[in-house]
Antibody
């Protein structure tokens, strides 16, 4: 059973960078059948797609965040990561990592991590 | 890209049917049959209920159904049950390998 687990600091200071890692267990990240995505949810608000990456390292970003984000993949560790620069209070959210399939549940986020709360505050 | 438009809330009684709309534009919902729907319970990660507009993942009840007309996708839940209560989000492909979610709809089962 494939599982995703987010990890990273729960508190980040304004203007600094937020870095999160998603560890994939129970399966390999190295498949052309999947993309690996980041999605966030501010407290009491809706979901926002942040970006995605393939195991080969092809990354795609939300245009509204593109100037501040980098998503990377480390196949040797079965992990992918998110870095968000110059954070403000508006970046306070639960951050989810998720798998998106191109072969079974096509282009839907079928497996999610439990989410990690990140608060931006001094 | 702007968030897809969903009603903030809908409600229904057990056994009834409800429909949640998801309105986009000709650049997203109207152009691609890549609309998915997610159910989220408080404090939990979302769960996919419908993909490719109208397909069910394994294990999802066929009380949930999806459709699309023009720039608007819809999720219908028939035979409402108390466990259906929660938040529902639509998501659409927008092109250029990017995606957008709806603002979410809170379903209350009275």
């Amino acid at each position: 059973q494939l599982q995703l687990q987010e990890s990273g600091p729960g508190l980040v200071k304004p203007s600094e960078s937020l870095s999160l890692t998603c560890t994939v267990s129970g399966g390999s990240i190295s498949s052309s059948s999947y993309y690996w995505d980041w999605i966030r949810q501010p407290p009491g608000k809706g979901l926002e797609w942040i970006g995605s990456i393939s195991y080969r390292g092809s990354a795609y970003y939300n245009p509204s965040l593109k100037s501040r984000i980098t998503i990377s993949v480390d196949t040797s560790k079965n992990q992918f990561s998110l870095k968000l620069n110059s954070v403000t209070a508006a970046d306070t959210a639960v951050y989810y990592c998720a798998r998106r399939s191109t072969v079974t549940i096509v282009h839907a986020f079928d497996i999610w991590g439990q989410g990690t709360m990140v608060t931006i505050s001094s | 890209q702007s968030a897809l438009t969903q009603p903030a809330s809908v409600s229904g009684s057990p056994g009834q049917s409800i429909t949640i709309s998801c309105t986009g534009t000709s650049s997203d919902v109207g152009s691609y049959n890549l609309v998915s729907w997610y159910q989220q319970h408080p404090g939990k990660a979302p769960k996919v209920m419908i993909y490719e507009v109208s397909k069910w993942p394994s294990g999802v009840s066929n009380r949930f159904s999806g459709s699309k007309s023009g720039n608007t996708a819809s999720l219908t839940i028939s035979g409402l049950q108390t466990e259906d209560e929660g938040d529902y989000y639509c998501c659409s492909y927008v092109g250029s390998s990017t995606w957008v979610f709806g603002g979410g709809t809170k379903l209350t089962v009275l």
